[in-house]
């Protein structure tokens, strides 16, 4: 799964793709518009999970494995719908899952805001306008070529121009079309179009230091969550606030020296960890755990998965010849003084079948046959 880090220019992107990383890459100060070809950062990040730290300690084995998120960093979005910047970097956003939008409330002389003064509403409202347009650009195009190829006598596709019409009108009204009710037919044609506005979406609030645990950043990320509601938006994103700087810094110190510093700031943990679990979240994931001498492991797989399935995450064989899970919730296991054979004595451990909804922190022994 991938999460594109994006928002206007300078807002800290790569900051906070550093923080996420570990990773000391330089944060350029881009130019409004591009004229060479910039390469995209790539990082894959471990989701912090007491969960799978508390299992390790338990079971000693000689590999641990995380649950795992992709986090891209590109060049940051340009104000005006004609930017060649754009068309850049909607086409990473469009091969993502979802988006992480930083939006700069820090103020420094030294980094020009490419829409002038810090205001951090007016950037989220001024970035949706922009994938919106986006998007309305693409169903213009795609209509032309339809309307071309029904010129030259070729058959209409009349689902899709329905589809693309629907669109248009709630496009050009300024709608997201994550706003926009679509029956599961349509849902199946708008696959392959990749819409940037029908995303999800975490707002991440790049904020001094001085701001901190501060009312000031409270309310205003009240005042964000206010605008998507009054828009009617059905899922409204999480909005979290974080100073890039310090989470970079800490990014780069040693466990020890981390904690130390934490403790200094007041800081329960980096919010780096928080935002790396709202992306597993935002992207409708969970994980399940297998355990054992050799390795204990976290698979990730979509909310709502079965169990038939999530055999076919570690092992088609297993898929195959699946008989049953023999399933224990991890809060179940800590109950069970840490033992499978102790939650078997209580009755925690269960058997299910195929159709076995997987919950997040199931612990899962597959039984099949090939």
């Known amino acids: 799964m991938k999460l594109t880090i994006t928002g206007f220019s300078?807002?800290?992107?790569?900051?906070?793709?550093?923080?996420?990383?570990?990773?000391?890459?330089?944060a350029t100060t881009y130019p409004t518009l591009i004229s060479a070809e910039v390469d995209p950062h790539v990082g894959v990040v471990k989701i912090p999970d007491h969960r799978i730290n508390k299992l390790s300690s338990v079971y000693k084995p000689k590999k641990t494995t995380y649950?795992?998120?992709?986090?891209?960093?590109?060049?940051?979005?340009?104000?005006?719908?004609?930017?060649?910047?754009?068309?850049?970097?909607?086409?990473?956003?469009?091969?993502?899952?979802?988006?992480?939008h930083i939006v700069r409330t820090f103020e420094d002389d030294a980094v020009v805001h490419p829409l002038g003064k810090i205001d951090a509403l007016r950037d989220?409202?001024?970035?949706?306008?922009?994938?919106?347009?986006?998007?309305?650009?693409?169903?213009?195009?795609?209509?032309?070529?339809?309307?071309?190829?029904?010129?030259?006598?070729?058959?209409?596709?009349e689902a899709g121009?329905?589809?693309?019409?629907?669109?248009?009108?709630?496009?050009?009204?300024?709608?997201?079309?994550?706003?926009?009710?679509?029956?599961?037919?349509?849902?199946?044609?708008?696959?392959?179009?990749?819409?940037?506005?029908?995303?999800?979406?975490?707002?991440?609030?790049?904020?001094?230091?001085?701001?901190?645990?501060?009312?000031?950043?409270?309310?205003?990320?009240?005042e964000i969550e206010t605008y998507f509601k009054k828009k009617g938006q059905s899922a409204v994103p999480p909005v979290l606030a974080l100073c890039g700087k310090i989470e970079m810094e800490i990014a780069q110190l040693s466990q020890d020296e981390a904690k130390a510093f934490l403790d200094d700031m007041g800081i329960a943990e980096p919010a780096m960890n928080r935002l790396c679990r709202v992306s597993y979240e935002t992207l409708g994931l969970i994980s399940f755990f297998t355990v054992g001498e050799d390795e204990v492991k976290a698979w990730t797989i979509?909310?709502?998965?079965?169990?038939?399935?999530?055999?076919?995450?570690?092992h088609s064989d297993i898929e195959k010849g699946f008989i049953r899970a023999e399933v224990i919730g991890f809060d179940d296991f800590?109950?069970?003084?840490?033992?499978?054979?102790?939650?078997?004595?209580?009755?925690?451990?269960?058997?299910?079948?195929?159709?076995?909804?997987v919950k997040d922190g199931d612990i899962i022994n597959f039984k099949f046959n090939v």
């Open 334 to 357: 800590v109950l069970s003084d840490e033992s499978m054979v102790k939650g078997k004595e209580k009755g925690l451990v269960r058997l299910e079948g195929k159709t076995y909804p």
């Open 161 to 222: 121009k329905r589809l693309l019409l629907k669109c248009k009108k709630a496009l050009e009204d300024e709608i997201s079309l994550r706003d926009i009710e679509f029956n599961e037919e349509e849902k199946k044609i708008m696959l392959p179009y990749q819409f940037l506005s029908v995303m999800p979406e975490i707002i991440v609030l790049n904020i001094d230091e001085k701001d901190l645990n501060s009312e000031k950043v409270k309310n205003l990320q009240q």
């Open 67 to 100: 649950a795992a998120v992709e986090y891209i960093d590109y060049l940051g979005i340009a104000s005006g719908r004609d930017a060649a910047q754009n068309s850049k970097v909607f086409n990473l956003i469009k091969d993502a899952d979802a988006i992480v």
């Open 10 to 26: 300078n807002s800290g992107k790569t900051t906070v793709f550093n923080a996420l990383t570990g990773l000391n890459l330089p």
């Open 302 to 314: 979509k909310n709502g998965t079965n169990a038939h399935k999530a055999a076919g995450k570690i």
């Open 124 to 157: 989220v409202k001024a970035f949706e306008t922009e994938i919106i347009f986006g998007d309305l650009e693409f169903v213009e195009k795609r209509l032309e070529r339809m309307e071309e190829a029904s010129k030259k006598g070729k058959k209409q596709d």
